[in-house]
């Protein structure tokens, strides 16, 4: 437990303290960036440029299309796999009834239901919740809902403060920005709590699903191992560089922003493996790629649904990405559910540090 904690502390503090000190390196005030609750301000986009879309665009396809070809190939041979063995359970039929209520509610604009319409997120994404762990159950014969509430309930708790981080770190990009309603601070602080409280439930059962299907054992399990566990100087010139990276998108956030989706998996990873502590990013070196590409997997399906609901929605957001504004699915730019990919690996990595922390060394990754 101390440990863990120590761990805790370590990763917070370079993760808040890093782009504080790229403000106080470029001379600029830090009064905007303390403030509490860090709400993001709408601000115009930069011109959209051509390089730097094609770019990203190459750079992201040569990352992706190894594991897309794979995974392809192993669904035309293999496909999905057995059929589901287990029963649907009553409270997922109850789950899609309240999600496509929830639904028309938060596309509707309804008078008689006026004062209800800025809170549909939150019992949408429940709805959800419930289902994709209904078709775990389907599957497998269990799920987080059915067989592991206690930690169920660490992910609602630390979703909210995991989604507040990403809310910190925005200040320094002001990459999004909220609309729809109006909030004093504590008002604000609270509803917003609620609704980040579903990200990691979300993802991490959507993702207990996915890897339930035995496309994820012939396919991307089948890949060689990565390699041989980096050395210590290799965790700690990569944490140098995280740190390094989280200082730059606030010295330089039109160039860096994209950063803010990689460089906090980097400081996790890289602290874990000084502490001589498994995760995720070294299952590939043991020729366990599943778990990585379920989690990102994962974390694509969700950012479909949360721009898909999120399009008709009373109180949204609204994306204001430099030099790559075009060509939106929803309201994301299509280069930007790119983003959602190294999401899903945080969303795991923070499972595990939750885990560590609650259950002790042992439930950390076998």
Known sequence: MKSSLSRWVAIALILMAAPLAGVALS?????????????????PPRPFRWPVFWGYAVFIFA?????????????????????PRWHWPWWGTLAIIAGAASWALAWSRFGWFA??????????????????????YRRTGHCMLTHRRGHLVILFAGSAV?????EYLNRFVQNWYYTGAAYGALTYTLLATASFATVLPAVLGTRDWLASFDL??????GWPPLGPRPPRPVAVAALILAAAALAGIAAWPDQLFSLVWVAPLAVVA???TLWGRRHLLGEPSRGRWAPVV???AAALVCGFFWEMWNAGSLVGWTYTVPYVQRFEIFAMPILGYAGYLPFGLECAAVEELLTELS???????P
């Open 27 to 43: 001379g600029i005030p830090l009064g905007d960036y303390l403030r509490f609750p860090p709400r993001p301000r709408a601000v």
């Open 63 to 83: 990352a992706v299309a190894p594991f897309l070809i794979t995974g392809l190939r192993a669904l035309a041979r293999h496909g999905f796999g057995p059929p």
């Open 115 to 136: 004062a209800g319409q800025p809170h549909t997120f939150v019992p949408l994404w429940l709805s959800y919740i419930a289902v994709v762990n209904a078709l775990a």
């Open 162 to 166: 995991f989604w507040w981080f990403f």
């Open 216 to 221: 994820f054992r012939h396919g991307w399990d």
């Open 270 to 272: 890289s602290i874990q």
């Open 294 to 296: 379920a989690a990102t």
């Open 359 to 365: 259950d002790g060394p042992a439930g950390s990754r």
